[in-house]
């Protein structure tokens, strides 16, 4: 099946600085991707629908301009995690359908901790 | 708006046993259905899918039916193994275009030997 991969696959950083976590589609492309964050022992939730070439759609309650989603081409989308605090660790994971009404595709995921 | 309730665990069976997961949803339209799989520390495997009703979907001893008149597509298992031990996620996705995916709140599943 397709491959979505995720970069980095962990990382800690101290509180104030920001991080960027890539999200690539590796043998197809993908024109909308999407981004969740699962808190420890909670379901995934939906922060954002990636667009290529358009601004990102944020679901209600998600702070755009602390969660900065750039989506610059058909294989890769980044979410920006500004001024990161300690609330802010979580585990981030990125999804991609193959094509329009098609299953999705999920990263394995980023794991964040803000010290 | 769709939703998706499984039973919370966490769910504990000694090899061998049989495995039941309940899942029912709530959408508008046909929604597909699907059962993720969580292994500790890694990100969502797809464990099986259903895109209409009465399919069922399959993989690796797991079953589960698409039940359009109970809203339900519950997991099963004959036999599970040490290594099943996982958070198992049930999910929908509604049809046409580029749809986002709704989870329900995962169930832990514990084999012991």
Same mark, same amino acid.
């Given at each position: 099946?397709?491959?979505?991969?995720?970069?980095?696959?962990?990382?800690? %950083?101290?509180?104030?600085?920001?991080?960027?976590?890539? %999200?690539?589609?590796?043998?197809?492309?993908?024109?909308?991707?999407?981004?969740?964050?699962?808190?420890?022992?909670?379901?995934?939730?939906?922060?954002?629908?990636?667009?290529?070439?358009?601004?990102?759609?944020?679901?209600?309650?998600?702070?755009?301009?602390?969660?900065?989603?750039?989506?610059?081409?058909?294989?890769?989308?980044?979410?920006?995690?500004?001024?990161?605090?300690?609330?802010?660790?979580?585990?981030?994971? %990125?999804?991609?359908?193959?094509?329009?009404?098609?299953?999705?595709?999920?990263?394995?995921?980023?794991?964040?901790?803000?010290? | 708006?769709?939703?998706?309730?499984?039973?919370?665990?966490?769910?504990?069976?000694?090899?061998?046993?049989?495995?039941?997961?309940?899942?029912?949803?709530?959408?508008?339209?046909?929604?597909? #259905?699907?059962?993720?799989?969580?292994?500790?520390?890694?990100?969502?495997? #797809?464990?099986?899918?259903?895109?209409?009703?009465?399919? !069922?979907?399959?993989? !690796?001893?797991?079953?589960?039916?698409?039940?359009?008149?109970?809203?339900?597509?519950?997991?099963?298992?004959?036999? &599970?193994? &040490?290594?099943?031990?996982?958070?198992?996620?049930?999910? #929908?996705?509604?049809?046409?275009?580029?749809?986002? &995916?709704?989870?329900?709140?995962?169930? !832990?599943?514990? &084999?012991?030997?």
């Amino acid at each position: 099946g397709a491959v979505v991969s995720q970069h980095p696959s962990w990382v800690i %950083c101290k509180s104030g600085t920001s991080v960027k976590i890539e %999200c690539r589609s590796l043998d197809f492309q993908a024109t909308t991707m999407f981004w969740y964050r699962q808190f420890p022992k909670q379901s995934l939730m939906l922060m954002a629908t990636s667009n290529e070439g358009s601004k990102a759609t944020y679901e209600q309650g998600v702070e755009k301009d602390k969660f900065l989603i750039n989506h610059a081409s058909l294989t890769l989308s980044t979410l920006t995690v500004t001024s990161a605090h300690p609330e802010d660790s979580s585990f981030y994971i %990125c999804s991609a359908p193959q094509s329009r009404g098609h299953e999705q595709f999920f990263g394995p995921g980023t794991r964040l901790t803000v010290l | 708006g769709n939703s998706v309730t499984q039973m919370e665990g966490p769910v504990t069976l000694s090899e061998e046993a049989f495995l039941t997961i309940n899942c029912t949803y709530t959408a508008t339209g046909y929604p597909s #259905l699907f059962w993720y799989v969580q292994y500790p520390g890694e990100g969502l495997q #797809l464990l099986l899918k259903a895109t209409k009703a009465d399919d !069922k979907g399959s993989n !690796k001893g797991f079953e589960a039916t698409y039940r359009k008149e109970t809203t339900s597509f519950h997991l099963e298992k004959g036999s &599970v193994q &040490v290594s099943d031990s996982a958070v198992y996620f049930c999910a #929908l996705m509604n049809s046409g275009g580029y749809q986002k &995916v709704t989870f329900g709140i995962g169930t !832990k599943l514990q &084999v012991i030997p």
